[in-house]
């Protein structure tokens, strides 16, 4: 089993929302692609220089809630996309995830968003 995989804290919900984060003085907007209760992976609209460590704040949306978060980069893929744990989201944050998590059981053919 990948490693990665193992480390997950908790499963990935497909998820096509947008989103917006802010790098330093940059604003960014983009799609989630997938969501957990730790963190998403993300695809920036724009060619993103970010490393793994760098910090951002996210604001996304999901099922029509919205949801702002201090995040640190943990992947980046050579197609761009981005994976980030969520440091910061608000304990009615997580709860809303979590519902939303047990309301919608995505699959690849019903995905959150």
């Known amino acids: 089993m990948d490693r990665q995989f193992e ?5 990935r919900h ?18 989630v692609i997938n969501l957990c209760l730790e963190g998403c992976l993300i695809r920036p609209r724009q ?13 996304f949306e999901v099922n029509g809630l919205s ?3 201090h995040c640190i980069v943990r992947w980046v893929g050579a197609d761009h996309m981005v994976g980030v744990e ?3 989201l608000s304990e009615r944050g997580r709860r809303q995830l979590r519902e939303l998590f047990d309301q919608t059981l995505p699959s690849p053919r019903h995905p959150v968003g």
């Open 47 to 59: 060619h993103l220089l970010c490393s793994i460590g760098d910090t951002l704040d996210l604001r």
């Open 7 to 11: 480390a997950r804290k908790s499963p």
């Open 14 to 31: 497909p998820c096509y929302g947008p989103i917006d984060f802010r790098v330093d003085n940059w604003c960014i907007t983009g799609k």
């Open 86 to 88: 969520m440091l910061q």
């Open 67 to 69: 949801f702002r978060a």
